[in-house]
């Protein structure tokens, strides 16, 4: 069997598991929507967008790159559980690659993220979001958010298969929080501290969350800094460089799993 009709097999039995037990897609769905409507509603009054323009408009696109972040955790511990269980053990004494595992958990992920960003951008139009860019841009923007999160999946895998059980869930979460929040995607760089600032301007969800506003044609909140005219090139290279740095590290922690 090939590496990739192996790999959509597995990606075939992760779906399944999520049609017995919608509840995690869901629930991550639900969280995702929460945070839109509690900054989008409670706090957005109180937050200015540098260069004008309304908030919502300027938090939808952001909201989007950071559900691209959330929901990694349960990545991390989908591998982590079946190398703790002896299942993924079952895989490697099948006569497949030995990326057909991972490809197969990428698989699902993204079908599940794909669901999750078309809802939140019918959830975004609802509450008044709009898009102002012609539909190729905003089709290029939508790939560049499932971009980052197929670059972020990889985190989890390898995060996964390295700190097995409770520990691979409290990591990514470690990891995720601090990067999610401290980025573009709520508030813009220039209301932050200096330093602060030019962290986030380079954090690569904020370069995703600058490219999705520039091409969907909302306001990015941006009128310095390398996101002014290079987001959509950062957001292509980030997630570029963090795949090409956690494939390699993925597969060599699949390969030292012990029985």
Known sequence: MTTLRAGWVITQRDLAHWVRQPWAPIFGLLFSIMLLLVFGFLFGGAISVPGGGDYITFLLPGMLALSMMFGVE?????????????ITDRFRSMPIGSASVALGRVGADMANSAVE?????LGGLLIGWRISGDPASAALAVLLLLLLRFAVLWIGIFLGLTFRGEGATVAVQVLV?????????????????????ALAAWNPLSATASAARQLFGNPTGVTEGPLVDGAVWLAVGWP????????PLSARAYRRLRH
């Open 117 to 121: 960003l078309l809802v939140l951008i």
């Open 240 to 247: 570029l460089l963090l795949t090409a740095v956690f494939v």
């Open 177 to 197: 929080w601090p990067i999610g929040f401290l980025s573009t995607a709520i508030v813009s760089a220039e209301t932050m501290p200096g330093w602060l600032g």
């Open 74 to 86: 349960t990545t991390a511990t989908a591998m982590a559980n079946d190398a703790r269980k002896g």
